[in-house]
């Protein structure tokens, strides 16, 4: 009989085990389910380059034969002379491909904006790592980078200087606004469960020519201007810009730009809008923006989610398109155009957009990661 017992009581303990790690798994979004998981996960950290959806495709060009794994082990920082051990270096000295970790918890100072070269992935997680200004994050002229797991913020505008270019190269930087990253001619970003908040100018500006952009999981809070696709109205070269922005968290106090499109292409999906100011999503120059399954929470005062800039604010080039969104607190969303600005994604980019219902839990691991070194994220 007390055999019978323990066997029931052990089945029962199992069942309940296996529904709760079921139902934790349910309740990730189709990215962290592809890493999260695995408990093993700091033994294969190069299996996250697979995990990534949307315009930026899978980053495979980040890992395989050649990669340099870096630790970072110096918080310092030397814009011109950076030193082995450091963040700067890893990410500007190294040439090829570079796959950069952090040994413990650090609060980064960078005294000029930080130039990652090409085939790098910074990875955060398993620690906390603030990248703290006055200078921030800049992906200039490079393709397939990986940016995940970081705290940034108190970025601050700079004048023109000298800094350590990609590959090791001394460049020569003009004036920079006070953005935690900005992409310049950038093409096959990942940007993932990073927090950004209370920065000069605004926390992610994607602009002049980037393109195939994924903006995933990230927490954008206490911002004016939260983010910029598009350089400006008369740089016509961002007709050409693609971004998909999902399962990201924004706000609370996010006034405006999340996002704001020009001339270029968004695909909107299953974000949390913890209310706005202004507005949430606005566009000028002809964008087409898809806002899909999203979640709007609507403030006590503006409940309109869409801002259009210019006379073309009714003409059928724009497509501000809006399907499955969940309207909450009085929150409205003016349809533009003539059809419905689909993305298009190839096999590797596409992923199936869960219903808005769902978004406070697939948004509710959104920022840094918490990584026991023991468990699963």
Not at 88 to 104: D, H, P
Not at 182 to 201: M, P, S
């Amino acid at each position: 009989m007390c055999f019978s017992f323990s066997w029931h009581f052990l089945l029962a303990l199992f069942t309940f085990v296996l529904f709760v790690s079921n139902s934790t798994f349910a309740q990730m979004n189709v990215i962290d389910q592809c890493w999260r998981w695995n408990p093993n996960w700091r033994s294969h950290r190069l299996e996250l380059a697979k995990c990534s959806v949307g315009f930026a495709g899978k980053m495979i060009n980040n890992i395989g034969k050649g990669v340099v794994h870096y630790k970072v082990t110096d918080p310092s920082d030397d814009p011109l002379n950076p030193k082995p051990g450091t963040l700067r270096y890893g990410a500007s000295m190294i040439k090829g491909k570079v796959w950069i970790t952090f040994k413990r918890n650090m609060k980064i100072t960078l005294h000029k904006p930080l130039l990652i070269s090409s085939f790098t992935a910074i990875d955060g997680r398993g620690v906390d790592v603030h990248i703290a200004g006055p200078s921030c994050l800049l992906v200039y002229k490079a393709t397939d980078v990986i940016i995940h797991g970081l705290r940034i913020y108190h970025c601050k505008s700079q004048p023109a200087s000298l800094v350590m270019g990609s590959d090791g190269n001394v460049v020569q930087l003009g004036q920079v606004d006070g953005d935690a990253i900005r992409l310049v001619t950038a093409r096959k970003i990942w940007i993932d469960h990073n927090t950004l908040y209370d920065c000069e100018d605004g926390l992610l500006d994607v602009t002049r020519g980037s393109t195939d952009v994924t903006v995933s999981n990230n927490w954008f809070r206490n911002q004016d201007k939260v983010m910029l696709l598009g350089h400006d109205d008369g740089y016509v070269r961002d007709k050409g810009l693609k971004a998909t922005v999902v399962f990201n968290h924004f706000g609370p106090n996010c006034n405006q730009r999340m996002p704001r499109v020009r001339h270029g292409y968004a695909h909107v999906a299953n974000n949390l809008y913890q209310g706005w100011k202004q507005y949430a999503i606005g566009g000028s120059m002809d964008p087409s923006i898809k806002s899909e399954a999203n979640f709007f929470i609507a403030p006590e005062g503006s409940k309109e989610v869409t801002w259009r800039l210019g006379n073309n604010g009714d003409n059928v080039l724009w497509k501000f398109y809006s399907v499955g969104d969940l309207f909450t607190n009085g929150a409205s969303f003016k349809q533009t155009g003539i059809g419905g600005a689909k993305p298009n994604y190839n096999h590797e980019q596409s992923f199936k957009v869960a219903n808005a219902k769902l978004v406070k839990a697939l948004t509710s691991s959104s920022g840094i990661l918490k990584c026991s070194k023991t468990s699963k994220c």
